[in-house]
Protein backbone atom coordinates (compact mmCIF):
# COMPACT_ATOMS: atom_id res chain seq x y z
CA UNK A 1 0.00 0.00 0.00
CA UNK A 2 1.51 3.30 -0.72
CA UNK A 3 1.10 6.54 1.06
CA UNK A 4 0.84 10.35 0.17
CA UNK A 5 1.74 12.71 2.71
CA UNK A 6 -0.20 16.23 2.42
CA UNK A 7 0.99 19.21 4.99
CA UNK A 8 -2.02 21.32 6.15
CA UNK A 9 -0.39 24.27 7.20
CA UNK A 10 -2.08 27.36 8.97
CA UNK A 11 -1.98 30.12 7.02
CA UNK A 12 -2.17 32.58 9.84
CA UNK A 13 1.17 33.75 11.63
CA UNK A 14 0.88 32.96 15.03
CA UNK A 15 2.20 35.16 17.99
CA UNK A 16 2.33 34.21 21.71
CA UNK A 17 1.05 36.80 23.65
CA UNK A 18 2.45 38.88 26.06
CA UNK A 19 -0.24 37.62 28.68
CA UNK A 20 0.99 34.02 28.63
CA UNK A 21 4.85 34.08 28.16
CA UNK A 22 5.20 36.03 31.59
CA UNK A 23 3.20 33.43 33.34
CA UNK A 24 5.94 30.63 31.83
CA UNK A 25 9.15 29.38 33.76
CA UNK A 26 12.45 30.30 32.12
CA UNK A 27 12.56 26.92 30.38
CA UNK A 28 10.32 24.96 28.78
CA UNK A 29 9.36 22.38 26.29
CA UNK A 30 7.29 23.01 23.08
CA UNK A 31 4.46 21.07 21.46
CA UNK A 32 1.87 21.62 18.90
CA UNK A 33 0.11 20.03 16.12
CA UNK A 34 0.73 19.50 12.44
CA UNK A 35 -0.77 22.27 11.17
CA UNK A 36 1.70 24.63 13.40
CA UNK A 37 4.40 22.85 14.11
CA UNK A 38 6.14 24.77 11.05
CA UNK A 39 6.22 28.14 12.62
CA UNK A 40 8.18 26.42 15.34
CA UNK A 41 11.20 28.72 14.37
CA UNK A 42 9.29 31.73 14.69
CA UNK A 43 8.07 30.80 18.29
CA UNK A 44 11.87 29.95 20.04
CA UNK A 45 12.52 33.40 18.38
CA UNK A 46 9.63 35.22 20.14
CA UNK A 47 10.37 33.30 23.44
CA UNK A 48 14.03 33.58 23.44
CA UNK A 49 13.68 37.39 23.13
CA UNK A 50 11.37 37.04 26.04
CA UNK A 51 14.24 35.02 28.24
CA UNK A 52 12.84 32.02 27.71
CA UNK A 53 14.68 29.06 26.59
CA UNK A 54 12.88 26.50 24.54
CA UNK A 55 13.50 22.68 23.85
CA UNK A 56 12.08 20.75 20.98
CA UNK A 57 11.72 17.09 20.36
CA UNK A 58 10.78 15.06 17.46
CA UNK A 59 8.63 11.88 17.73
CA UNK A 60 8.63 8.51 16.92
CA UNK A 61 5.85 8.00 14.37
CA UNK A 62 5.43 12.50 13.62
CA UNK A 63 6.77 13.81 10.85
CA UNK A 64 7.86 17.15 12.28
CA UNK A 65 9.72 18.65 15.01
CA UNK A 66 7.81 19.90 17.96
CA UNK A 67 5.09 18.20 16.43
CA UNK A 68 2.88 15.38 19.00
CA UNK A 69 0.37 12.99 17.96
CA UNK A 70 -2.71 11.03 20.05
CA UNK A 71 -0.62 8.03 19.97
CA UNK A 72 2.94 9.75 20.35
CA UNK A 73 4.19 12.49 22.55
CA UNK A 74 8.11 11.37 22.77
CA UNK A 75 8.81 15.26 21.26
CA UNK A 76 7.88 16.28 24.93
CA UNK A 77 8.65 13.41 27.06
CA UNK A 78 12.25 13.48 24.83
CA UNK A 79 13.39 17.03 26.58
CA UNK A 80 11.05 17.23 29.38
CA UNK A 81 13.99 16.18 32.08
CA UNK A 82 15.56 19.86 30.85
CA UNK A 83 12.42 21.95 31.27
CA UNK A 84 9.86 23.37 34.32
CA UNK A 85 6.90 23.43 32.22
CA UNK A 86 5.42 22.45 28.61
CA UNK A 87 4.24 24.57 26.19
CA UNK A 88 1.43 23.47 23.65
CA UNK A 89 -0.11 25.83 20.99
CA UNK A 90 -3.18 24.29 19.16
CA UNK A 91 -6.63 23.83 20.04
CA UNK A 92 -8.74 21.85 22.55
CA UNK A 93 -7.66 19.29 25.32
CA UNK A 94 -6.93 16.38 23.78
CA UNK A 95 -3.18 16.27 23.28
CA UNK A 96 -2.13 18.46 26.72
CA UNK A 97 -3.81 15.57 28.45
CA UNK A 98 -1.65 13.00 26.56
CA UNK A 99 0.77 14.82 27.86
CA UNK A 100 -0.25 14.94 31.28
CA UNK A 101 0.00 11.02 31.59
CA UNK A 102 3.37 11.24 30.59
CA UNK A 103 4.99 13.85 32.43
CA UNK A 104 4.03 15.61 36.24
CA UNK A 105 4.52 19.26 34.64
CA UNK A 106 2.16 21.84 34.13
CA UNK A 107 1.02 22.12 30.56
CA UNK A 108 0.63 25.61 29.46
CA UNK A 109 -2.00 25.29 26.48
CA UNK A 110 -2.27 28.48 24.08
CA UNK A 111 -5.30 28.07 21.93
CA UNK A 112 -4.57 29.71 18.41
CA UNK A 113 -7.63 30.40 17.61
CA UNK A 114 -9.44 31.39 20.04
CA UNK A 115 -6.79 33.37 21.59
CA UNK A 116 -7.51 31.64 24.93
CA UNK A 117 -5.01 30.43 27.45
CA UNK A 118 -4.92 28.16 30.15
CA UNK A 119 -2.71 26.16 32.55
CA UNK A 120 -3.51 22.27 32.77
CA UNK A 121 -2.17 20.03 35.18
CA UNK A 122 -2.35 16.54 36.37
CA UNK A 123 -5.43 17.64 39.02
CA UNK A 124 -7.44 18.29 35.22
CA UNK A 125 -6.75 14.30 34.77
CA UNK A 126 -7.21 13.08 38.24
CA UNK A 127 -10.51 11.17 36.95
CA UNK A 128 -8.62 9.34 34.14
CA UNK A 129 -5.62 8.40 36.08
CA UNK A 130 -7.99 6.70 39.08
CA UNK A 131 -9.26 4.94 36.48
CA UNK A 132 -5.90 3.83 34.83
CA UNK A 133 -4.87 2.38 38.23
CA UNK A 134 -7.69 0.25 38.68
CA UNK A 135 -7.78 -1.20 35.34
CA UNK A 136 -4.13 -2.00 36.05
CA UNK A 137 -4.50 -3.33 39.52
CA UNK A 138 -7.33 -5.87 37.81
CA UNK A 139 -4.89 -6.81 35.26
CA UNK A 140 -2.48 -8.56 37.68
CA UNK A 141 -5.21 -10.82 39.21
CA UNK A 142 -7.14 -11.52 35.97
CA UNK A 143 -6.45 -14.46 34.12
CA UNK A 144 -7.92 -14.53 30.81
CA UNK A 145 -5.50 -11.72 28.51
CA UNK A 146 -7.28 -9.85 25.36
CA UNK A 147 -4.45 -8.25 23.55
CA UNK A 148 -5.61 -5.85 20.69
CA UNK A 149 -3.51 -5.67 18.22
CA UNK A 150 -3.96 -3.08 14.52
CA UNK A 151 -3.17 -3.21 11.14
CA UNK A 152 -2.80 0.54 10.48
CA UNK A 153 0.00 1.87 9.49
CA UNK A 154 2.20 3.10 12.50
CA UNK A 155 0.21 1.02 14.87
CA UNK A 156 0.73 -2.47 14.28
CA UNK A 157 2.33 -4.24 17.31
CA UNK A 158 2.17 -7.97 16.32
CA UNK A 159 5.16 -9.27 17.67
CA UNK A 160 5.25 -7.23 20.52
CA UNK A 161 1.96 -8.56 21.24
CA UNK A 162 2.94 -11.73 20.77
CA UNK A 163 6.52 -11.84 22.84
CA UNK A 164 3.73 -10.18 25.40
CA UNK A 165 1.46 -12.98 25.16
CA UNK A 166 4.58 -15.31 26.20
CA UNK A 167 5.57 -13.85 29.12
CA UNK A 168 1.87 -13.64 31.06
CA UNK A 169 1.43 -17.20 30.20
CA UNK A 170 4.73 -18.12 31.76
CA UNK A 171 2.85 -16.20 35.03
CA UNK A 172 0.07 -18.88 34.47
CA UNK A 173 -2.62 -16.10 32.41
CA UNK A 174 -3.76 -17.05 29.17
CA UNK A 175 -3.02 -14.53 26.17
CA UNK A 176 -5.34 -14.28 23.15
CA UNK A 177 -4.29 -12.06 20.37
CA UNK A 178 -7.03 -10.37 18.76
CA UNK A 179 -6.23 -8.33 15.33
CA UNK A 180 -8.46 -5.66 13.50
CA UNK A 181 -8.06 -2.74 11.68
CA UNK A 182 -10.72 -0.63 13.14
CA UNK A 183 -11.69 -1.48 16.48
CA UNK A 184 -15.63 -2.23 16.96
CA UNK A 185 -15.99 -2.12 20.95
CA UNK A 186 -19.01 -4.26 20.53
CA UNK A 187 -17.49 -6.75 18.88
CA UNK A 188 -15.74 -7.15 22.32
CA UNK A 189 -18.49 -8.15 23.85
CA UNK A 190 -18.79 -11.67 22.04
CA UNK A 191 -15.72 -12.79 24.37
CA UNK A 192 -17.29 -12.69 27.66
CA UNK A 193 -14.04 -15.14 29.00
CA UNK A 194 -11.62 -12.39 28.61
CA UNK A 195 -11.08 -10.57 32.31
CA UNK A 196 -8.99 -7.43 30.90
CA UNK A 197 -7.91 -6.06 27.51
CA UNK A 198 -4.35 -5.14 26.86
CA UNK A 199 -3.97 -2.32 24.26
CA UNK A 200 -0.91 -2.13 21.65
CA UNK A 201 -2.98 -0.26 19.37
CA UNK A 202 -3.51 3.49 19.61
CA UNK A 203 -2.92 4.45 23.21
CA UNK A 204 -5.46 6.86 24.52
CA UNK A 205 -7.99 4.27 23.16
CA UNK A 206 -7.40 2.86 26.77
CA UNK A 207 -7.64 6.69 27.97
CA UNK A 208 -10.79 7.66 25.75
CA UNK A 209 -12.62 5.36 25.44
CA UNK A 210 -12.53 2.82 27.94
CA UNK A 211 -15.52 3.69 28.92
CA UNK A 212 -17.26 1.50 25.41
CA UNK A 213 -16.36 -1.45 26.55
CA UNK A 214 -17.73 -3.48 29.53
CA UNK A 215 -13.87 -4.97 30.73
CA UNK A 216 -11.15 -2.92 31.77
CA UNK A 217 -8.86 -1.87 28.92
CA UNK A 218 -4.99 -1.13 29.93
CA UNK A 219 -1.79 -0.16 27.83
CA UNK A 220 0.68 -2.49 27.21
CA UNK A 221 3.17 0.15 28.58
CA UNK A 222 1.05 0.73 31.78
CA UNK A 223 2.64 -2.67 33.16
CA UNK A 224 6.09 -2.61 31.75
CA UNK A 225 7.19 -3.05 35.41
CA UNK A 226 5.36 -6.92 35.88
CA UNK A 227 7.16 -9.34 36.59
CA UNK A 228 7.48 -12.00 34.08
Not at 37 to 48: E, F, R, T
Not at 168 to 175: F, P, T
Request: net charge positive; with cysteine; glycine share 4%.
Amino acid sequence: MKYLFLHAKAKQSISIPLSLTSKLPKKIVIATTAQFAHQLKNWKKQLSLRGITVFSGKGKHARLESQILGCDVLAVTSKIDKADAVLYIGDGFFHPKGILLQTEKPVYCYNPLTKEHKIMTRKDIEKELKKRKAAISKFYMAKNIGILVSTKFGQQHLSEAVKFRKKIEKENKKGFVFISDTLDFSELENFNFIDVWVNTMCPRIALDDFGKARKPIINISDIHDFKY
